[in-house]
């Protein structure tokens, strides 16, 4: 099956950026809905950002609308996500999705549309 395999992470101060990246183990893997999922300590899942690829969005969680910004349009499907601004909240472990189909505007935010998913990767926020 197709892994999606995550880079970047790492401990920043507040204020910082970061950039993470996440690529497909196969570059014949096409994806129609791309994104990217969160989660705290002792914290649920939650939405980061999602896209539509050649369609339409980004759509972004209201915690992050403004500061974080998803790409996907390269040829090797890669999916970043790009953090300004970051607060020590954002803290987290960021988990990058995909899905072969388009996901409908109401089931965007659920982790259940997306059947990859990445490895995982560590954000830590602090002074």
């Known amino acids: 099956q197709v892994q999606l395999v995550q880079s970047g992470g790492g401990l920043v101060q507040p204020g910082a950026s970061l950039r993470l990246s996440c690529v497909p183990s196969s570059s014949t893997f096409s994806a129609a809905t791309v994104g990217w999922f969160r989660q705290g300590p002792g914290k649920e899942r939650e939405f980061v950002a999602a896209i539509r690829r050649r369609r339409d969005g980004p759509y972004y969680a209201d915690s992050v609308k403004g500061r974080f910004t998803i790409s996907s349009d390269g040829a090797g499907n890669t999916i970043d996500l790009e953090m300004n601004s970051l607060k020590p909240e954002d803290t987290a472990v960021y988990y990058c999705?995909?899905?072969?189909?388009?996901?409908?505007?109401?089931?965007?935010?659920?982790?259940?549309?997306?059947?990859?998913w990445g490895q995982g990767t560590q954000v830590t926020v602090s002074s």
């Open positions: 999705v995909a899905n072969s189909n388009y996901v409908i505007t109401s089931a965007i935010r659920s982790p259940t549309s997306y059947r990859y």
